[in-house]
């Protein structure tokens, strides 16, 4: 064992480590170039605090900050620290990704606001708001891939939860039941899932797209033949904001408008994120998952039974597609549309994959396309002064993404076993 | 007092392999007892049945004197029984310590993974045992030694005082093998008994108290190592008179065949694996490469097939500038290639055996004109070389992962060497394989070199360099530490220079 494989270390590569710096020296040059276009000396970006409806709770003074000299400290900034991974390297680098995006995601935005206003926090509350649905989407992918069952039924599972949610809502005029029904249809499809994929070892992508495909056709069916003709069932019902039980809540600064101006979903999102995260790493369930997700024939031989531990997941992922399903009704317009999760699950699966399998890593990557969806909102707002492609800023998230995957998070760690059927022997 | 477990005429049918036809056999407390057989003799069958993973169609089994149904591994676990599976069962990316505690998790406040504690444990045993093994390290930075020795401790955390060890040091290095009995001899002072596996006879003869023979199912007898040796066991294992020895006449070297001039090759984290090595392989002799695995030899040899790219240096063959040539280039040069890993490297596992015959000529008359196959001429050629190389298996349409390995490696051999080859690349020909398949392959080399062809035979087993080798080279960390005429060279000498220390 003495000699290992790790014979001569003469031809050192360029590391990513120092590639990533280069990049983000990059990036702070463009900072530089991109927003110090159409500025005159002397803009000032005007950022606000408030929220139409916050402004009745508490009136914060808005944020005024002078572009150009924003534009070069954070630029310099980005540079330099770019430059200083590059030569020396930094010991940790996953903040510095933080840094860095925030950096140009500031500077775009005291840009995008130069000699004019703009809500910050409106933006970044519409942001979480945004990305409940397809943290929680991606939550379910979590649970089921961790476990090695592929689930790209997610979009059809949160459709079917919607749908029947503000059906049963209605029929009993209790939304807590139209809750526990979206719970229901996720867990009902994920348990459909589960037997075409454990017992039946089908093909999972096919599986899933069945599920979509059933999920999609019947809502329409259902939504035209029912919700259209009998236009009782289909009444506004919404869970009232947190803003509206607690109103002492929205008033804390900042945090009120951003937090607790939401529907109580957001919330069991953001718990179920805690829960899942800390469950799947520190507990004997989390464990298990993994190892199934894995190798799962490791796992038989140490007396684990796989087709469980599979079930079980599947169906809990079922359930927080439905609550994402849930999200979409009545935690938000309250009725049904047709095609109302509009691909959502979809990238829910891609903020899983970006976010490396992980909750933690699902909500960074939820967050970066709830921004983009919000401020793809903002820019038809601001569309005048934006006089960079719309298109190239929304292509942003996605290379950030790419980035974090190539670069920080270097090797991309989905479940070994994810995807493939488990045969006992 | 009744012996620690009895198998009693235990029998498995498998569709179309009786596995285990009515085997009786007994662990007495304290012994090693190994079970000796050639691939597909059953042995794992047998083990996976005792290990709750099977389910036998007759047959019981008595643990210290008890009848017992084991139909899970959790059952086998709670009667003390642990089993270190051919193939390691451990999660790469898990640390040890979660692997270990896996299935029988510690817990604090009775919901949090309690992995201090398990890991003080693993520090104890591995202490106790003489172990060496760190609980924080995952398992895929583990040399396949350490993940043995996890495997161990996974049975030791778990109190079994019954191991069964299917295989172990098929994967091992010499040395390792030597650390391995080592430690087995220090479980069976502290109480535990011990089912140990192999087709190795020298391991069997050195490390068993009594050894159980099985072939095609059945045992063929029980023996002890002072009443026996090697050519009685291989007898017992093969069921015929086995040469243990190879005889050949000696080389005719010709021309010379391959040229390699100072090659330099990266490995997978771009360091130097291969440092400027130059060597020469003739027409008519085999230049054996000793050394243990991991100083460089997989990655020349993929160099020298095309498969890895080379930084420095250059090959040759036949006088042809190869340093630069596909794969395909390097095959069509009447270059033969059998890989170290032949279920990654050498056959596509999924795909039928006539299928795997053909990959290297698929492309080629009578088999494809223009971009299509043709079913029948592939076919026909198949069953001409399943009876030719004598491959053992239920029809050309079975997908390769259904046989055995001895004969999956005829499947290769017979592929590489049914065409007019000049060269031929052996990396590890025989690892993994039974006594039969083994002479089988053996006397293929020889055949060849007699032939005609070059043959570079890369193999960390030094005997089997030694017997087959006309001139041997030792590679040491990327380097040929030295070339030497077999018939001058010493196993000694040989040894020394494989451990880096020239003469
Ligand atoms: N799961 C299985 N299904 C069908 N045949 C099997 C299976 N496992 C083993 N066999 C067959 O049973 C025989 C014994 O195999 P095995 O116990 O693995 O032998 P050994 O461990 O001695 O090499 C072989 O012919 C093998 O092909
Ligand atoms: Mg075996």
Redesign the interface.
């Known amino acids: 064992?003495a000699?290992?494989?790790?014979?001569?270390?003469?031809?050192a590569?360029l590391s990513r480590q120092r590639a990533l710096g280069i990049f983000y020296a990059v990036v702070g040059f463009l900072i530089l170039i991109l927003f110090s276009r159409d500025v005159q000396a002397g803009d000032l970006a005007t950022l606000g605090l408030n929220t139409p409806r916050s402004i009745e709770w508490v009136k914060l003074p808005d944020l005024v900050l002078p572009v150009l000299p924003t534009v070069w400290v954070l630029g310099l900034i980005t540079i330099g620290l770019g430059s200083y991974q590059a030569l020396r390297g930094f010991q940790k680098t996953g903040w510095l990704l933080g840094v860095v995006s925030l950096a140009f995601l500031s500077t775009f935005l005291v840009w995008a606001a130069r000699a004019g206003s703009f809500s910050l926090i409106g933006i970044l509350s519409a942001s979480l708001q945004l990305a409940t649905p397809i943290l929680l989407g991606a939550l379910s992918g979590v649970l089921c891939e961790r476990a090695g069952v592929v689930n790209i039924a997610i979009e059809g599972m949160m459709l079917g939860a919607a749908f029947t949610s503000v059906l049963v809502a209605n029929v009993t005029g209790d939304i807590m039941l139209g809750l526990a029904a979206a719970l229901a249809t996720g867990a009902l499809l994920a348990a459909w899932h589960a037997v075409m994929a454990i017992e039946f070892k089908m093909d999972q992508i096919i599986s899933g797209t069945v599920i979509n495909i059933f999920a999609t056709g019947l809502t329409n069916f259902l939504n035209q033949r029912v919700m259209q003709v009998y236009q009782n069932l289909n009444n506004e019902m919404t869970f009232p904001y947190i803003s509206q039980v607690f109103p002492d809540l929205a008033k804390i600064p900042i945090v009120g408008p951003l937090l607790f101006d939401q529907t109580p979903i957001v919330w069991l999102a953001l718990i179920l994120l805690v829960v899942i995260q800390v469950a799947l790493f520190?507990?004997?369930w989390g464990?298990?998952t993994?190892?199934v997700g894995?190798?799962p024939?490791?796992?038989?031989?140490?007396?684990?039974n796989v087709f469980r531990v599979r079930y079980t997941n599947v169906i809990l992922g079922g359930m927080v597609a439905g609550l994402g399903g849930a999200y979409f009704t009545l935690g938000s317009v309250g009725r049904f549309d047709k095609q109302m999760t509009n691909g959502r699950g979809f990238i829910a699966l891609a903020a899983m994959i970006f976010g490396n399998w992980t909750p933690v890593g699902s909500f960074a990557s939820s967050l970066i396309f709830g921004f983009t969806d919000a401020l793809q909102v903002k820019l038809q707002i601001l569309i005048g002064k934006v006089n960079i492609p719309s298109e190239f800023l929304l292509m942003l998230p996605y290379i950030v993404t790419m980035v974090v995957l190539a670069g920080v998070v270097g090797r991309v760690?989905m479940p070994?076993a994810d995807g493939q059927p488990y045969k006992k022997? | 007092m009744a012996p620690l477990l009895e198998l009693d005429s235990i029998t498995k049918q498998f569709p179309g392999v009786l596995a285990n036809d009515h085997i009786s056999l007994t662990l007495e407390h304290g012994e090693i007892h190994a079970l000796l057989g050639e691939n597909g003799a059953g042995k794992t069958t047998l083990m996976?049945i005792l290990?709750g993973?099977?389910h036998p169609d007759e047959g019981k089994i008595l643990v210290r004197g008890k009848e017992v149904r084991i139909s899970?591994?959790?059952q086998a676990?709670h009667l003390g029984i642990g089993?270190v599976?051919q193939h390691f069962?451990?999660?790469?990316?898990?640390t040890v310590t979660?692997n270990v505690?896996?299935?029988?998790?510690k817990?604090k406040n009775g919901?949090?993974?309690d992995r201090a504690a398990v890991a003080e444990r693993i520090r104890a045993i591995s202490e106790q045992y003489g172990l060496q093994v760190d609980p924080e390290l995952r398992i895929r930075d583990l040399?396949v030694?350490?993940q043995q020795r996890v495997e161990i401790v996974?049975i030791l955390y778990r109190q079994a005082d019954i191991l069964i060890l299917d295989e172990p040091t098929a994967v091992l290095?010499p040395?390792?093998v030597e650390d391995l009995f080592r430690i087995i001899r220090g479980l069976v002072k502290r109480g535990v008994s011990i089912i140990f596996i192999s087709h190795k006879l020298k391991e069997v003869m050195a490390i068993a108290d009594r050894i159980t023979v099985l072939r095609g199912g059945r045992v063929v007898g029980t023996t002890r190592p002072a009443e026996t040796n090697s050519a009685a066991l291989a007898r017992m294992m093969v069921g015929r008179e086995v040469i243990l020895t190879v005889d050949k006449k000696p080389a005719e070297p010709g021309d010379v065949v391959l040229d390699v001039e100072n090659l330099q090759v990266?490995?997978d984290?771009?360091?130097?694996?291969v440092?400027g090595v130059s060597f020469q392989v003739r027409a008519g002799e085999i230049l054996g490469i000793a050394g243990?695995q991991?100083?460089?030899q997989t990655e020349l040899v993929e160099a020298l097939t095309g498969l890895r790219g080379i930084?420095g240096g250059r090959t040759r063959i036949l006088g042809k500038e190869t340093t630069k040539a596909t794969p395909r280039q390097i095959l069509e040069t009447g270059v033969a290639h059998v890989p170290e890993d032949r279920q990654r490297d050498g056959l596509v596992l999924s795909f039928p055996v006539a299928d795997n015959l053909v990959l290297n000529t698929y492309y080629l008359p009578p088999i494809a004109t223009g971009i299509v196959m043709h079913r029948g001429p592939i076919l026909a050629e198949a069953e001409e070389l399943v009876e030719r190389f004598d491959i053992r298996t239920p029809s050309v349409e079975v997908p390769a992962a259904n046989l055995s390995g001895g004969n999956q490696q005829k499947v290769i051999v017979a592929r590489e060497f049914s065409r007019p080859i000049k060269l031929l690349i052996a990396s590890q020909p025989t690892r993994g394989l039974d006594v039969g398949s083994i002479e089988y392959i053996h006397r293929q080399l020889v055949e060849r070199r007699d032939n005609g062809c070059a043959v570079l035979l890369v193999s960390p087993e030094l005997d089997e360099i030694m017997s087959l080798s006309d001139r041997i080279a030792v590679m040491?960390?990327?380097k040929i530490m030295d070339i030497l005429p077999a018939e001058k060279a010493t196993r000694e000498q040989v040894g020394l220079l494989m451990a880096?220390v020239s003469a």
């Open positions: 064992m000699v290992m494989s790790r014979i001569g270390e003469k031809v590569p520190r507990t004997r464990l298990r993994r190892a894995e190798h024939r490791a796992a038989d031989t140490l007396g684990i760690m070994a022997q | 996976n290990y993973l099977y899970s591994p959790d676990i089993m599976h069962m451990l999660i790469p990316p898990f979660e505690m896996l299935g029988e998790e817990l919901v949090f993974l040399s030694g350490a996974k290095t040395e390792e990266l490995n984290r771009k360091q130097v694996a440092d243990v991991g100083n460089g930084t040491y960390r990327g880096g």
